[in-house]
């Protein structure tokens, strides 16, 4: 065992470092929240410019084939300023799924263009009914003389707004399966709206959607192959909130230092040195269990399910008390949108609420 | 002793029941349902309907207004006014500034500010704090100088819920800068369209934005504004203070709140049970309501006037710890039901009943949890912090 970053991951991680000192303050990323696009293109440019949207991703596509500690060290800098584009959902998400997929056309036209930087894909698969089942699909595609009708409604479409495609799951004879439809596609409605930590998400309408052949993405093993994807983008996710919280344990000590109370700062307070002291033992053990994850997120299905719905648990966990805390710490201030420490709140309690919750991953994990 | 509610008891619960289901009207208790504090508009029709009804500030002496209820009663009297989504909003002039006036104010004050705020006409705001004064209160700086018939105050207050939707704030000021930081403060009444007051609202994370800024720039206010005795600010504010605590066990609130997470995990299904018969959703709201049984009896206790053993101030800084933080609890269990569906963003901009944007329709009930679940972060800040309220307990109860 050998935990040490190679050279090259070492350079990314500067790399990385280097963009969000310069680039993502917190008042620039309010600047992009403002523009109501949910992510700066300029950004997304960038991180084409400097391969970030090749890591992980086969060579033949213009990829740099790698393992997954370089997206996770992408994620966890990411979190730490609470980055707003799309990385996580289109280069670990979906870029994953095109990159299992039977139809080999589409699979290489669609990451070629992806690690360009010029395609974002979105996948369009949750519905309201299925709370986090992967396996509850009731969008129907009825075979037609020419290819495809789809009906049914997407919700919960995660970067749905910025995606010039759309993976789209549907029952087909009884089975699930995938298409790659583009979002102007006639019949085929996207619906944005906000969550809570600032990114946009997307209802997607399928009303009389014709598809061809040849926007069957795949049909093989689908519930499987979005599961090992989905365990992916929740690692990914977990790296994220490790960065955020690293931020917000920072944050805190620092506002500790400055502010004084009773002619003293709030550091000199024991009640405040255990608090900032229980924030650290958390983020010790999310990054632990983000190692468990790394270690077991290319082995077989139920080691895979185990160390990534451990990881999930625990990072929820430790992200609520963390992000808990740091409010606590930081007094009415911290209930402020002008002060940054509640939005990493937000952002961990909807990364907690999205790809399964707690009690979920609990149970993933007792049966794996 | 004797646990029980009377058969009178009983009988009076069913009137006031009544009462509020012929005249709350649906679009005010909507707006409750939704944005757990709402308009102030709905709040000013609502009280003006109870106290048509004589019952418009129930825990006021008889000759100011309020009934002669039992505690019991109003108890009772609050439970069915939050069971049924009525306003309870104006809680910082009827809880706070009133008792004040009735306890310290001059006649003249009692009879100029009591009764339009009775009747819902005059909104209050609190000033206390400051940006350097949270917790150490006693540290504020905000002055106020006499100068002939008149106070003129210069400062900067900040966290004024409701402010500029309010007619009058109650403010605590600096009145003599020579003595104790305690025995200089003064509290005084000022209008919030008094020349030289302005506000700048803060946004806050739970996507609203009811908390203010003041600030104070040589705003003059007639000498007979200031309540009580120059120099007694600091006493009248703690006494104020231990009302607020007395009321911050938010037993009412809690109890609504947790009704709706059982409204909700019965409305969503998984893998076709209801979320509420599933064994870890069913035991996971079982263990917050054996905590909420027993803060309904804390509350109980301290309205019946038991004698406790220990400090009343330290039992009510108890009350204070677990009620703040039951409100965390009840609204995550919101959000917890709720799962994927919390994590929609629903902004203060949205009129309950109107669709929110284009597109597919959410569930009703997935409108406010995941707001109110953010909003209950500030419930361990507010009025006294945790970390505050545990010194009270340790210098009370252990003379630390």
């Not at chain 2, 944005?35 to 009804?53: A, C, D, F, G, M």
């Not at chain 2, 309020?66 to 609050?78: E, L, Q, T």
């Not at chain 2, 301290?302 to 039951?326: P, Q, Y």
């Given at each position: 065992?050998?935990?040490?970053?190679?050279?090259?991951?070492?350079?990314?991680?500067?790399?990385?470092?280097?963009?969000?000192?310069?680039?993502?303050?917190?008042?620039?990323?309010?600047?992009?929240?403002?523009?109501?696009?949910?992510?700066?293109?300029?950004?997304?440019?960038?991180?084409?410019?400097?391969?970030?949207?090749?890591?992980?991703?086969?060579?033949?596509?213009?990829?740099?084939?790698?393992?997954?500690?370089?997206?996770?060290?992408?994620?966890?800098?990411?979190?730490?300023?609470?980055?707003?584009?799309?990385?996580?959902?289109?280069?670990?998400?979906?870029?994953?799924?095109?990159?299992?997929?039977?139809?080999?056309?589409?699979?290489?036209?669609?990451?070629?263009?992806?690690?360009?930087?010029?395609?974002?894909?979105?996948?369009?698969?949750?519905?309201?009914?299925?709370?986090?089942?992967?396996?509850?699909?009731?969008?129907?595609?009825?075979?037609?003389?020419?290819?495809?009708?789809?009906?049914?409604?997407?919700?919960?479409?995660?970067?749905?707004?910025?995606?010039?495609?759309?993976?789209?799951?549907?029952?087909?004879?009884?089975?699930?399966?995938?298409?790659?439809?583009?979002?102007?596609?006639?019949?085929?409605?996207?619906?944005?709206?906000?969550?809570?930590?600032?990114?946009?998400?997307?209802?997607?309408?399928?009303?009389?959607?014709?598809?061809?052949?040849?926007?069957?993405?795949?049909?093989?093993?689908?519930?499987?192959?979005?599961?090992?994807?989905?365990?992916?983008?929740?690692?990914?996710?977990?790296?994220?909130t490790?960065?955020?919280m690293?931020?917000?344990?920072?944050?805190?000590?620092?506002?500790?230092?400055?502010?004084?109370?009773?002619?003293?700062?709030?550091?000199?307070?024991?009640?405040?040195?255990?608090?900032?002291?229980?924030m650290?033992?958390e983020?010790?053990?999310?990054?632990?269990?983000?190692?468990?994850?790394?270690?077991?997120?290319?082995?077989?299905?139920?080691?895979?399910?185990?160390?990534?719905?451990?990881?999930?648990?625990v990072a929820a966990n430790a992200g609520r008390i963390v992000g808990g805390l740091g409010i606590?710490?930081?007094?009415?201030?911290?209930?402020?949108?002008?002060?940054?420490?509640?939005?990493y709140f937000?952002?961990f309690i909807?990364t907690e609420?999205?790809?399964?919750?707690t009690?979920?991953?609990?149970?993933?994990?007792?049966?794996? | 002793?004797?646990?029980?509610?009377?058969?009178?008891?009983?009988?009076?619960?069913?009137?006031?029941?009544?009462?509020?289901?012929?005249?709350?009207?649906?679009?005010?208790?909507?707006?409750?349902?939704?944005?757990?504090?709402?308009?102030?508009?709905?709040?000013?029709?609502?009280?003006?309907?109870?106290?048509?009804?004589?019952?418009?500030?129930?825990?006021?002496?008889?000759?100011?207004?309020?009934?002669?209820?039992?505690?019991?009663?109003?108890?009772?009297?609050?439970?069915?006014?939050?069971?049924?989504?009525?306003?309870?909003?104006?809680?910082?002039?009827?809880?706070?500034?009133?008792?004040?006036?009735?306890?310290?104010?001059?006649?003249?004050?009692?009879?100029?500010?009591?009764?339009?705020?009775?009747?819902?006409?005059?909104?209050?705001?609190?000033?206390?704090?400051?940006?350097?004064?949270?917790?150490?209160?006693?540290?504020?700086?905000?002055?106020?100088?006499?100068?002939?018939?008149?106070?003129?105050?210069?400062?900067?207050?900040?966290?004024?819920?409701?402010?500029?939707?309010?007619?009058?704030?109650?403010?605590?000021?600096?009145?003599?800068?020579?003595?104790?930081?305690?025995?200089?403060?003064?509290?005084?009444?000022?209008?919030?369209?008094?020349?030289?007051?302005?506000?700048?609202?803060?946004?806050?994370?739970?996507?609203?934005?009811?908390?203010?800024?003041?600030?104070?720039?040589?705003?003059?206010?007639?000498?007979?504004?200031?309540?009580?005795?120059?120099?007694?600010?600091?006493?009248?504010?703690?006494?104020?203070?231990?009302?607020?605590?007395?009321?911050?066990?938010?037993?009412?609130?809690?109890?609504?709140?947790?009704?709706?997470?059982?409204?909700?995990?019965?409305?969503?299904?998984?893998?076709?049970?209801?979320?509420?018969?599933?064994?870890?959703?069913?035991?996971?709201?079982?263990?917050?309501?054996?905590?909420?049984?027993?803060?309904?009896?804390?509350?109980?206790?301290?309205?019946?006037?038991?004698?406790?053993?220990?400090?009343?101030?330290?039992?009510?800084?108890?009350?204070?710890?677990?009620?703040?933080?039951?409100?965390q609890?009840?609204?995550d269990?919101?959000?917890?039901?709720?799962?994927?569906?919390?994590?929609?963003?629903?902004?203060?901009?949205?009129?309950?009943?109107?669709?929110?944007?284009?597109?597919?329709?959410?569930?009703?009930?997935?409108?406010?949890?995941?707001?109110?679940f953010?909003?209950?972060r500030?419930?361990?800040?507010?009025?006294?912090?945790?970390?505050?309220?545990?010194?009270?307990?340790?210098?009370?109860?252990?003379?630390?």
């Amino acid at each position: 065992m050998d935990l040490r970053l190679t050279d090259e991951q070492e350079m990314l991680r500067d790399a990385l470092t280097r963009f969000i000192q310069e680039c993502y303050s917190f008042e620039q990323r309010r600047a992009i929240v403002a523009g109501g696009q949910g992510f700066s293109a300029e950004h997304w440019r960038t991180f084409a410019d400097l391969g970030w949207l090749a890591l992980g991703l086969p060579e033949e596509a213009g990829g740099i084939p790698s393992s997954f500690i370089e997206p996770a060290l992408v994620a966890e800098a990411f979190g730490s300023a609470l980055v707003l584009e799309p990385y996580a959902s289109n280069i670990v998400l979906t870029s994953r799924i095109l990159d299992r997929a039977d139809n080999a056309t589409l699979r290489h036209e669609a990451l070629s263009a992806m690690t360009e930087g010029k395609l974002r894909v979105a996948l369009a698969h949750s519905e309201q009914q299925a709370r986090y089942e992967l396996d509850s699909v009731r969008t129907t595609a009825r075979p037609d003389r020419t290819g495809y009708v789809l009906h049914g409604t997407k919700f919960l479409v995660l970067d749905g707004p910025s995606a010039h495609k759309l993976v789209v799951s549907a029952l087909l004879a009884g089975s699930i399966v995938l298409f790659l439809l583009d979002r102007h596609t006639p019949g085929l409605k996207v619906y944005p709206y906000r969550l809570l930590d600032d990114t946009l998400a997307a209802d997607v309408v399928l009303e009389d959607v014709h598809a061809t052949d040849a926007e069957i993405l795949t049909r093989t093993d689908v519930v499987a192959l979005l599961e090992e994807a989905r365990d992916r983008f929740i690692l990914a996710k977990v790296a994220e909130t490790l960065g955020g919280m690293e931020r917000v344990l920072q944050i805190s000590g620092e506002y500790a230092r400055s502010r004084s109370q009773f002619g003293q700062p709030l550091f000199k307070f024991q009640a405040t040195q255990h608090r900032l002291a229980e924030m650290f033992v958390e983020v010790q053990e999310t990054r632990s269990i983000l190692y468990c994850g790394l270690a077991n997120i290319d082995s077989g299905t139920p080691s895979r399910r185990r160390a990534v719905s451990a990881a999930k648990v625990v990072a929820a966990n430790a992200g609520r008390i963390v992000g808990g805390l740091g409010i606590q710490l930081h007094g009415g201030m911290g209930m402020t949108e002008e002060y940054s420490v509640g939005h990493y709140f937000k952002r961990f309690i909807t990364t907690e609420k999205l790809c399964g919750d707690t009690d979920y991953h609990l149970a993933r994990l007792a049966a794996a | 002793m004797n646990f029980g509610f009377s058969p009178e008891d009983d009988a009076f619960r069913a009137e006031v029941r009544a009462f509020i289901r012929a005249h709350l009207p649906p679009d005010v208790a909507l707006d409750v349902h939704h944005w757990y504090n709402p308009k102030l508009s709905n709040y000013r029709r609502w009280q003006r309907i109870l106290s048509e009804r004589g019952w418009g500030a129930p825990h006021w002496p008889k000759e100011y207004g309020g009934s002669d209820w039992s505690p019991v009663r109003k108890h009772i009297f609050m439970q069915e006014i939050y069971a049924a989504d009525a306003p309870d909003a104006g809680w910082q002039g009827m809880f706070m500034l009133a008792p004040v006036l009735i306890e310290f104010g001059s006649q003249a004050q009692r009879e100029r500010f009591l009764p339009p705020m009775l009747r819902g006409e005059e909104l209050w705001c609190q000033g206390f704090s400051e940006p350097g004064a949270g917790s150490d209160l006693a540290n504020l700086k905000t002055s106020a100088r006499l100068e002939g018939d008149e106070y003129v105050i210069t400062g900067q207050k900040i966290w004024t819920s409701d402010a500029v939707h309010c007619d009058w704030g109650f403010f605590l000021v600096r009145t003599d800068s020579t003595v104790k930081p305690q025995r200089g403060l003064s509290f005084i009444l000022v209008p919030t369209n008094a020349p030289g007051l302005t506000f700048r609202p803060i946004h806050s994370i739970d996507a609203r934005s009811e908390l203010n800024e003041a600030f104070l720039e040589q705003v003059r206010v007639p000498k007979e504004n200031l309540v009580g005795e120059p120099g007694m600010g600091w006493t009248y504010a703690k006494f104020l203070l231990e009302k607020e605590r007395t009321t911050s066990a938010f037993l009412y609130f809690n109890q609504r709140q947790f009704a709706r997470a059982k409204a909700i995990a019965s409305q969503i299904r998984v893998n076709d049970v209801r979320l509420i018969d599933t064994p870890s959703f069913a035991q996971k709201l079982a263990r917050v309501e054996a905590d909420l049984m027993a803060l309904e009896w804390s509350v109980l206790r301290i309205l019946a006037g038991e004698k406790n053993r220990h400090n009343l101030d330290a039992v009510v800084s108890a009350l204070k710890i677990r009620g703040s933080e039951m409100q965390q609890r009840v609204t995550d269990l919101q959000i917890e039901a709720l799962g994927p569906m919390a994590t929609r963003r629903y902004a203060d901009a949205f009129v309950p009943g109107d669709s929110p944007s284009e597109g597919p329709d959410w569930p009703p009930y997935t409108i406010g949890p995941a707001n109110l679940f953010l909003n209950t972060r500030a419930a361990t800040i507010y009025g006294g912090s945790r970390e505050i309220q545990k010194n009270i307990i340790a210098k009370l109860v252990f003379g630390a």
